[in-house]
């Protein structure tokens, strides 16, 4: 059995929900831990320190003044030097064969191998312009094994964001691995429920506003006009103005926090998923196909490869804004923001349009959401799919590492 440590990006912190199926279901002959294994499944409860609330306030400040250029490119640099000083930061006492880094430059003499979901994490999404040749000499490093963008469009981020010569060879897409859900479908057909799965953090206030949640509220209220019997679930933090409007309609329903148990019971009991997201393909979108739901979500980024629209999901058209920066990132400033919400109006009834066909129509539900299932248990997002592959890359990543280091 061969150890490989997950080095998570946030130090000491309850491992992203992401790799908890890695945690549990590593591929085999490897045992993967991290330092907070005994925490998976836990609820996370956001929260800052002293130190990381003066930061948030800092940056809260500076956006949109003139210094908020400079302050983002100064955020890059001080991450990329706070990540050189951590070069020792691994478990002491333990037999580690490999690192399996998560979306972050290891500069270490221990083998290694990298994820992200696209090429700006790397530099805790700041500017990677300005870390260009550092990072092409962390990814060209002979202890880095491997690079594994999340996605086909993941790995054209890096490819367009700097020179890959040197380590071409070693990327190589590996999608999600959703585990298989044991769960009984409701049969009460006398409400249609949607749910919404947004962010727990409601520090970052505007998360809410980019996965889509005031779209979804919007459509809700048009949509609840014409038909009575529908519930939406808003399982995420709900800024106070929408929760305001949330209270006045006794059919919607604000479920949070929620543990792990009692999200699975939502997405169990639910009809459809609703996330008008402007992020990339994100882990509620799979969790609810693998719960059987028919997702209505967006045509953008790396989305695509996961729903074919009207196959295994729907997808809704994304209007003409620049969403995407020069090396195909998303453009999450706040000015293109600004730009989303003149077009709401517009989003809300292709929203509505599209709702309702999955609304009027059980067995179109019923059909996609069972193609949707299929996806995750047996096919590309799959954790047998995922596990064939980290299998194969951890194996060639040891084995190498052991034959560089025999007399």
């Not at 330092?35 to 948030?56: H, V």
């Not at 064969?97 to 083998?111: A, E, N, R, W, Y």
């Not at 058209?317 to 400033?333: A, E, I, V």
Request: proline share 5%; with cysteine.
């Amino acid at each position: 059995m061969k150890n490989v440590f997950l080095k998570g990006r946030s130090e000491g912190g309850i491992p992203h929900s992401l790799y908890r199926g890695l945690l549990r279901f590593p591929p085999d002959g490897y045992s993967v831990f991290t330092r907070n294994t005994e925490n998976i499944g836990k609820q996370q409860t956001p929260s800052l320190t002293k130190r990381k609330q003066l930061f948030y306030d800092l940056n809260r400040k500076l956006q949109g003044t003139p210094y908020d250029r400079l302050w983002y490119e100064a955020r890059t640099l001080f991450y990329m030097g706070l990540k050189k000083t951590q070069r020792s930061r691994l478990p002491s006492g333990l037999d580690i064969d490999l690192v399996f880094s998560s979306q972050q430059l290891m500069f270490t003499k221990i083998p290694w191998v990298v994820d992200f979901e696209y090429a700006n994490a790397l530099v805790d999404y700041g500017d990677i312009r300005l870390c260009r040749r550092f990072i092409q000499k962390s990814l060209g490093s002979s202890f880095c094994k491997k690079i594994m963008p999340w996605s086909e469009w993941s790995k054209r981020t890096l490819l367009r964001s700097m020179n890959c010569g040197s380590f071409k060879e070693k990327i190589e897409v590996v999608h999600f691995g959703m585990e298989p859900k044991e769960f009984i479908k409701k049969n009460d057909d006398s409400k249609v429920r949607i749910l919404f799965v947004g962010s727990t953090n409601q520090f970052n206030y505007l998360i809410f506003e980019w996965k889509g949640g005031f779209e979804v509220v919007e459509a809700f209220l048009e949509l609840n006009k014409k038909y009575n019997d529908l519930e939406l679930v808003l399982a995420s933090w709900v800024p106070p103005e929408i929760r305001k409007k949330c209270f006045k309609n006794p059919n919607i329903k604000i479920s949070f926090p929620l543990s792990e148990q009692e999200l699975t019971s939502v997405y169990a009991s639910t009809d459809i998923c609703l996330y008008p997201t402007y992020m990339n393909l994100s882990q509620a979108i799979l969790e609810a196909m693998s719960f059987e739901l028919p997702v209505v979500t967006s045509n953008i980024y790396d989305i695509p490869e996961a729903i074919e629209n009207m196959k295994s999901g729907v997808l809704l058209d994304c209007p003409n804004l620049p969403l995407y920066l020069w090396n195909g990132t998303p453009n999450h400033h706040d000015e293109n923001l600004s730009q989303i919400r003149r077009v709401r109006p517009w989003r809300v009834k292709q929203i509505v349009e599209k709702l309702a066909l999955l609304i009027e129509d059980n067995s179109l539900r019923r059909k996609i959401g069972r193609t949707a299932r299929h996806l995750i248990e047996s096919g590309e997002f799959s954790i047998k799919n995922r596990n064939e592959k980290l299998k194969r890359i951890f194996d060639d990543s040891t084995e190498i590492s052991l034959q560089r280091c025999s007399p």
